[in-house]
């Protein structure tokens, strides 16, 4: 089998996502997703990625993957690993193909038949578009009818919102009620009137459920380490399940200090790329939960190596989703197979709504739990009208160069 073309597919309406498509010569189709720098990860397909790849037999993964390493630009989550982690989930997904079993079972087996979920609160229209992870990013200005703005119900009515997802039997709930003081500030500091109206949601959820709800904080790497210290140990009284990234990852010692005090794991961290990143995370000692964003890191690939290592310190890992749906589908299959999955991130606000609108096929999720077909690969295709949108920016790469 060989690859015979490499193609991009963007939406101006979901502008934070770029679709890769493998072509090979026995008709199978791998499909990959990468997010934010949408139009950056496509350039770089076209221009450095596809001439490497057409020509080449698309089973050899891991000859692939070393290939793609350039001499710049592979330490960090920047443009050229997204677009590698994009081909490296298309390259998994022609290999279960090929091999006509699920992508959990071509990474080596399943290691569970379903694995819990919790939900991050987002909305419908949250980092909608080419915006920053930022506030006037939320979507919070244009909300959806749909039931599950769930955004603005962790702002104004966090304990109802608890409420609504244990009667779906979801028993973890992640928001960040901080993020509007960090930006103020930088970061550097938070008022004592900020940091009430911050810990609101926190109460109402304990006082409307007691701990039968985790909750997991999400600082997006905003904080200083004096303002985060203080925030940790304001939550002391909650009880919280983990705190994800209330550093940037830039320092890794600036976490181990932060450790102390916080009562929750720590838990990081989506931003970080490759083994020798997270290797560098483990080795702080403080170390709770290793986070891992499949279209971030290397790709199912390289995930599959820093499960490993987290394990190896009895580390466990959980896969990141708030990004787009394919990213969900090879997420959950990866779920499945590592041993050492905690819980697999989902947001039903997505799943439910403009996840839809864009592919064929979803997880499964009932009472809190995630499951999956036995579909060949990764289970999912796009929708074949998304190529012909008005918005759609569709470019093709073949051997005889490329055609837009």
């Not at 939406?11 to 791998?30: A, K, P, Q, Y």
């Not at 500030?185 to 004592?192: K, M, V």
């Not at 830039?250 to 200090?257: C, M, P, R, T, V």
């Not at 000692?285 to 310190?313: N, P, T, Y």
């Amino acid at each position: 089998m060989k690859i015979t073309a490499v193609e991009t597919l963007r939406l101006s309406e979901f502008s934070n996502i770029v679709w890769i498509l493998i072509r090979t010569d026995e008709g199978i189709t791998g499909l990959g997703e990468t997010f934010m720098g949408a139009a950056a990860v496509e350039a770089y397909i076209h221009e450095t990625v596809a001439p490497k790849l057409i020509g080449r037999d698309p089973m050899q993964i891991e000859a692939i993957n070393r290939d793609l390493l350039g001499y710049l630009g592979w330490r960090g989550a920047g443009v050229e690993t997204r677009g590698n982690s994009a081909v490296d989930i298309a390259l998994w997904d022609i290999f279960g193909k090929a091999l006509g079993v699920p992508v959990s079972v071509a990474l080596g087996g399943r290691s569970r038949d379903s694995v819990r979920t919790y939900n991050t609160c987002a909305g419908y229209r949250y980092v909608r578009d080419a915006r920053a992870q930022a506030v006037a990013n939320w979507g919070l200005d244009r909300k959806s009818d749909g039931p599950y703005e769930d955004l603005d119900a962790f702002l104004n009515d966090a304990g109802e919102l608890a409420q609504s997802l244990l009667e779906q039997g979801i028993t973890g709930m992640k928001i960040w009620p901080f993020d509007i003081a960090a930006e103020r500030t930088n970061g550097l500091d938070i008022s004592a009137d900020e940091l009430r109206t911050a810990l609101q949601p926190f109460e109402k959820i304990r006082k409307a459920v007691g701990d039968r709800m985790d909750i997991m904080v999400e600082f997006h790497s905003l904080w200083r380490l004096p303002a985060a210290q203080r925030i940790a140990r304001a939550l002391q009284e909650f009880d919280t399940y983990w705190h994800e990234d209330p550093v940037r990852m830039d320092s890794l010692e600036a976490l181990k200090a932060y450790a102390p005090h916080s009562r929750a794991m720590i838990c990081a961290s989506e931003t970080l790329a490759y083994p020798h990143a997270f290797r560098d995370y483990l080795a702080t000692g403080v170390a709770g939960v290793a986070m891992l964003d499949l279209s971030w890191c290397g790709g199912l690939s390289e995930a599959r190596k820093i499960a490993a290592l987290a394990e190896a310190q009895q580390i466990p890992v959980a896969p990141h989703d708030c990004t787009g749906p394919v990213v969900f589908m090879a997420s959950c299959q990866f779920s499945l197979h590592a041993r050492n999955t905690l819980v697999q991130e989902s947001v039903r606000a997505f799943y439910t709504g403009w996840y839809t609108e864009l592919v064929t096929a979803l997880p499964q999720i009932e009472n809190g739990q995630i499951t999956m077909p036995d579909t060949p690969g990764l289970g999912i295709e796009l929708l074949p009208d998304l190529f012909t949108r008005p918005d759609a920016i569709h470019r093709r790469s073949t051997a005889d160069g490329e055609a837009g």
